[in-house]
């Protein structure tokens, strides 16, 4: 008898649990969303203060405009042989 009513109880408060989370569950994940969507708002309005504040003159260097020295040395010259 302690057992069918353990189970009885279980799944009185099983079905309890489900009827309160269908009735609030909406209304949670409407304020995680509002929440959420401000969180993103008040990250998204300073990264345009950040690139506001970085406006400025940009210089193009091109291989042309460079200057290179004759004794520069580029990289090493490696000769491969092919092997049969």
Same mark, same amino acid.
């Given at each position: 008898?302690?057992?069918?009513?353990?189970?009885?109880? +279980?799944?009185?408060?099983?079905?309890? #649990?489900? +009827?309160? %989370?269908?009735?609030? &569950?909406?209304?949670?994940? !409407?304020? &995680?969303?509002?929440? /959420? *969507? =401000?969180? #993103?708002?008040?990250? #998204?309005? !300073? #990264?345009?203060?950040?690139? =506001? =504040? =970085? *406006?400025?003159?940009? /210089?193009? /260097?091109?291989?042309? $405009?460079?200057?290179?020295?004759?004794? *520069?040395?580029? !990289?090493?010259?490696?000769?491969? *042989?092919? %092997? $049969?």
């Amino acid at each position: 008898m302690g057992f069918l009513k353990a189970v009885l109880i +279980i799944l009185l408060v099983y079905y309890l #649990f489900k +009827i309160v %989370v269908r009735m609030f &569950a909406p209304k949670i994940l !409407g304020y &995680a969303a509002k929440k /959420t *969507e =401000q969180h #993103f708002r008040e990250k #998204f309005e !300073g #990264f345009q203060d950040v690139r =506001q =504040q =970085q *406006e400025g003159e940009v /210089t193009i /260097t091109t291989k042309s $405009d460079r200057k290179h020295d004759s004794s *520069e040395k580029v !990289g090493e010259y490696i000769d491969f *042989e092919e %092997v $049969d």
